[in-house]
Structure formats: structure tokens, C-alpha cells
């Protein structure tokens, strides 16, 4: 064999291979195109996106309450971060100037519902900040209260304070 010939036999060879790569390239473009077009078009039996299906909320697993200690100011008060901790997740809600947790037997004390998972606060000259959390919906809520020895009116004033 001379080497021209073995020359068009790899030109040959290649020229095949290319042609038999693209067209393999086209079919897969096209089947890949017409799939999409299958998947999204529009079907009388499809169900209306207001039935379908929503994902469940799962309800977390450890819900936590805490204060953290900060510093002590020149009166002598101190200041505390309030941290809520969701299955290992911590996040600040606030800063107040006392903060211990509040046992489930004390919640009704501080008008606290029975179903909530954790509660902190604190009382300091004259005024006290306190925090629930509880589960709406498979969520965390937390609310914040707060009474002060000038208030003319009962109760712990809750609020929404994080969903």
C-alpha cells in the first residue's frame, strides 16, 4: 500500500465519522426539542395549577429560646442578644437588657400559650421584655411581649415579632 493511499483511506474514514457525529448531534437536538415541546404543551386532562399539589412544611425538630450575655453598661445593666435556634440554625431576634428562659410551668405567668415550644425575658428597672415561640402552620413564630410598672392596662401587649 503507498501512502496516498492510506492518506484517503484516513481521509475517507474521518469524513464518515463526521458525518455519522452530526447526524447523531441532529437526532439527539431534535428528539431533546420535541420531548420539551410534549412536556410543555397544554393538555385538557392536565390538573389546573390552583389542585396541584404544594409541598409539605415540615415542622422543625429542636426550637430554642436563649439569651446571650453581652456586656454590662456603666449603670450596671446588662445586655443580652436574644437568639432563636431552629434545629441548629441560630438567628438574633433582638437585644434586651435581661434575658433568662422561662420554664413551661411558669408560661402561664406571663400569658404564654401552653403549645409554645420555648420562652425567655427579663424584667430590669421597671420594665421587662419576654419572647415566645410557637408553631403556626408547620413555621416558627416568634412573639415579643413587654410590661412596664407605668402601664395603665393589663397583659403583655404580644406581638408578631418573626415568621
Not at 415542622?59 to 450596671?76: I, R, T
Not at 419576654?130 to 392596662?153: C, M, R
Amino acid at each position: 500500500m503507498t501512502t496516498s493511499t492510506i492518506t484517503k483511506g484516513l481521509i475517507a474514514c474521518s469524513l464518515l465519522f463526521l458525518t455519522l457525529a452530526c447526524s447523531s448531534e441532529t437526532k439527539t437536538e431534535e428528539t431533546t426539542s420535541s420531548k420539551t415541546e410534549e412536556t410543555t404543551g397544554t393538555n385538557e386532562t392536565d390538573t389546573p395549577a390552583e389542585d396541584a399539589p404544594t409541598e409539605e412544611i415540615i415542622a422543625p425538630k429542636s426550637v430554642k429560646l436563649s439569651g446571650k450575655f453581652l456586656s454590662e453598661d456603666e449603670y450596671g445593666g446588662s445586655h443580652y442578644q436574644v437568639i432563636l435556634t431552629v434545629d441548629g440554625k441560630k438567628e438574633i431576634i433582638d437585644t434586651v437588657m435581661a434575658c433568662d428562659k422561662i420554664p413551661a410551668s411558669n408560661f402561664a405567668q406571663y400569658e404564654i400559650p401552653k403549645t409554645a415550644l420555648s420562652a425567655c425575658g427579663g424584667w430590669w428597672a421597671g420594665a421587662g421584655d419576654y419572647f415566645y415561640a410557637d408553631l403556626k402552620d408547620n413555621k416558627v413564630v416568634v412573639y415579643q411581649g413587654w410590661q412596664d410598672e407605668q402601664q395603665t392596662d393589663d397583659g403583655y401587649h404580644w406581638k408578631v415579632v418573626k415568621r
